[in-house]
């Protein structure tokens, strides 16, 4: 599965973003989707994940009430909404995909897409 992320941008504290990832394929609904991030200097961190049916969805406790990851299987895509932004959201994001039971770290990836939230 290839994937594209977009969405990114510039935007005050306190604003909202919608980033974006569409994929390749026909078998979308069988991939768990997941967000992370990445900021200047640091590792990259998990946001959010979904389950394939998007029945499930689990968050880091730093954008847990802020952001809300959601997927429509008809159209290959993955949203993240981005609410109360805040300068420490401040990453590169990359949404990733990896297939319903499979383990360990995800292992299709998207080019990333650049927020940055200005106080």
């Known amino acids: 599965v290839q994937l594209q992320a977009s969405g990114g941008g510039l935007v005050q504290a306190g604003g909202s973003l919608r980033l974006s990832c569409a994929a390749s394929?026909?078998?979308?609904?069988?991939?768990?989707m997941g967000w992370f991030r990445q900021a200047p200097g640091k590792e990259r961190e998990f946001v959010a994940q979904?389950?394939?049916?998007?029945?499930?969805?689990y968050y880091a406790d730093s954008v847990k009430g802020r952001f809300t990851i959601s997927r429509v299987n008809a159209k290959n895509t993955v949203y993240l909404q981005m609410n109360s932004l805040k300068p420490e959201d401040t990453a590169v994001y990359y949404c990733?995909?990896?297939?319903?039971?499979?383990?360990?770290?995800?292992?299709?990836w998207g080019q990333g897409t650049q927020v940055t939230v200005s106080s």
């Open positions: 394929g026909r078998t979308f609904s069988s991939y768990n």
């Open positions: 979904i389950s394939g049916s998007g029945g499930s969805t």
């Open positions: 990733a995909a990896r297939p319903i039971g499979a383990q360990g770290q995800y292992g299709y």
